[in-house]
């Protein structure tokens, strides 16, 4: 089977819809896409959405960016709780993202907003045997919380004979509690080569994260690889980091493609780099491990949870695998195993942050709780530069930004598509989270 080339430079799947007048002639297809689903709003009327798009790309620090698109038919009249986009890939699962409530009663009659997935793509960019989508909603109500309804027709992602492969195999898979729909990932086998440039997944802090082969690997030893994390309040930046063999595994397709064409990954590598470029971003700093004879007190230390960054200091020498810590900013004191620990290359930058935010003439950040009740109103610019809107900024959260116009008009779009001037305004004006060592 020939394979297609795909730019690694943006990644975009652009998903076919399945219409009502596609799938009426085969009744199979159409009670398929329908399994499971919530019952409609109002049967006896068309849907009152439909999605018109949905597509997805990978941005600078290979998240999964997804865009949709949708219609509104008709205006439903009840008031809304909350608002879903839910999409079932064919494979089994679940992945569900808020979708602006304003949508269904709002005098717009179309709608554009993004989301963050995760693990749904492979590493070509598809989500693998494809996927059905729909709109779903929760009516507000005082006292219970009521099942939800679909508000729009199924919206397939993928190719027409993507859906007859998922048609003829039958009901999707039920995943259990607390699983989701994954892409099919492998421990990296004994004595595998991986050139340059290679996807992976690298478990850091608990969590396995999207990672990239950084310098091209023998069949024994660690890897050096590129992984982008977020320290709190910050921006997901480049590090580079050591990976021992048995905390990476990796696509079964992608060990194919190795043994296909081994330099293809390469261009990967390189796209990525002048994307950093391109955003100032700078070059990925290293993490070293900390070591018993490079702790001191007050040295910088960086510490990995679910695939974020604490900031801490070291309180005490290391001693028996374990070291005594404490935030940059004071307060109480804790134990940590060594292994989970780095050296922090930008300790003395991150001390003179917290000095800076702690004095008392320091203004709280822009959509903190502290800050002034009064909206703060500025122009915000698309990563194009063609588009602005002048808007308050309400949150940040899973590099989604949530903007609000002068007209109560809510907006939601991923922090990449932001222009590099308003994503450094946001990396500024966000204060250190809270540190789970504080009292």
């Given at each position: 089977m020939q394979r297609r080339r795909v730019s690694f430079a943006t990644v975009l799947l652009?998903?076919?819809?399945?219409?009502?007048?596609?799938?009426?002639?085969?009744?199979?297809?159409?009670?398929?896409?329908?399994?499971?689903l919530p019952p409609l709003i109002d049967p006896a009327k068309e849907p009152p959405h439909e999605?018109?798009?949905?597509?997805?790309?990978?941005?600078?620090?290979?998240?999964?960016?997804?865009?949709?698109?949708?219609?509104?038919?008709?205006?439903?009249?009840t008031i809304p709780d909350e608002v879903k986009l839910v999409i079932l890939p064919s494979r089994g699962g679940r992945s569900a993202h808020y979708a602006p409530r304003g949508m269904t009663m709002g005098p717009q009659k179309?709608?554009?907003?993004?989301?963050?997935?995760?693990?749904?793509?492979?590493?070509?960019?598809?989500?693998?045997?494809?996927?059905?989508?729909?709109?779903?909603?929760?009516?507000a109500t005082p006292n219970d919380r009521p099942a939800p309804v679909r508000i729009s027709?199924?919206?397939?992602?993928?190719?027409?004979?993507?859906?007859?492969?998922?048609?003829?195999?039958?009901?999707?898979?039920?995943?259990?509690?607390?699983q989701s729909p994954n892409v099919e990932m492998v421990n990296l086998p004994a004595n595998t080569a991986l050139p340059i440039g290679t996807p992976i997944q690298f478990q850091i802090g608990g969590r396995w994260t999207p990672a990239m082969v950084y310098e091209a690997a023998g069949t024994t030893g660690d890897l050096?690889?590129?992984?982008?994390?977020?320290?709190?309040?910050?921006?997901?930046?480049?590090?580079?980091?050591?990976?021992?063999?048995?905390?990476?595994?990796?696509?079964?397709?992608?060990?194919?493609?190795?043994?296909?064409?081994?330099?293809?990954?390469?261009?990967?590598?390189?796209?990525?780099?002048?994307?950093?470029?391109?955003?100032?971003?700078?070059?990925?700093?290293?993490l070293k491990a900390a070591t018993a004879e490079t702790i001191s007190v007050g040295q910088g230390l960086l510490m990995f949870s679910l695939g974020n960054i604490t900031a801490l200091q070291a309180a005490g020498a290391a001693e028996n695998g374990v070291v005594t810590v404490r935030s940059p900013k004071g307060g109480k004191e804790s134990r940590v195993e060594l292994i989970n620990l780095y050296l922090d290359p930008e300790a003395p930058?991150?001390?003179?942050?917290?000095?800076?935010?702690?004095?008392?003439?320091?203004?709280?950040?822009?959509?903190?709780?502290?800050?002034?009740?009064?909206?703060?109103?500025?122009?915000?610019?698309?990563?194009?530069?063609?588009?602005?809107?002048?808007?308050?900024?309400?949150?940040?959260?899973?590099?989604?930004?949530?903007?609000?116009?002068?007209?109560?008009?809510?907006?939601?779009?991923?922090?990449?598509r932001l222009s590099a001037a308003d994503q450094k305004f946001i990396e500024l004006s966000r204060t250190e989270a809270s540190n789970p060592f504080d009292p």
């Open positions: 652009v998903a076919c819809l399945v219409g009502q007048a596609a799938f009426a002639q085969d009744k199979n297809t159409q009670v398929w896409l329908e399994l499971g999605i018109t798009g949905v597509k997805f790309e990978r941005n600078h620090c290979d998240q999964e960016i997804l865009t949709a698109e949708c219609r509104r038919v008709w205006q439903i009249t179309s709608e554009r907003f993004g989301a963050i997935t995760e693990s749904l793509l492979n590493y070509r960019g598809e989500i693998p045997g494809g996927a059905r989508a729909y709109l779903e909603m929760r009516r027709k199924v919206y397939w992602i993928g190719t027409s004979d993507q859906l007859a492969a998922a048609v003829k195999k039958g009901p999707p898979p039920t995943l259990e509690p607390g050096i690889v590129q992984v982008f994390l977020a320290r709190p309040g910050g921006l997901y930046k480049p590090w580079i980091a050591d990976a021992d063999r048995s905390a990476v595994r990796i696509e079964p397709d992608v060990l194919q493609a190795i043994r296909e064409n081994a330099g293809q990954f390469a261009e990967r590598l390189r796209s990525r780099q002048q994307q950093l470029t391109s955003m100032n971003l700078g070059a990925p700093q290293r930058k991150v001390a003179a942050a917290v000095a800076a935010t702690t004095t008392p003439s320091s203004a709280p950040s822009a959509g903190s709780p502290a800050a002034s009740s009064e909206p703060r109103f500025r122009i915000w610019k698309d990563s194009t530069g063609k588009f602005e809107i002048e808007a308050t900024l309400v949150s940040v959260e899973n590099e989604v930004v949530r903007l609000i116009r002068k007209d109560k008009k809510e907006i939601s779009l991923p922090l990449s």
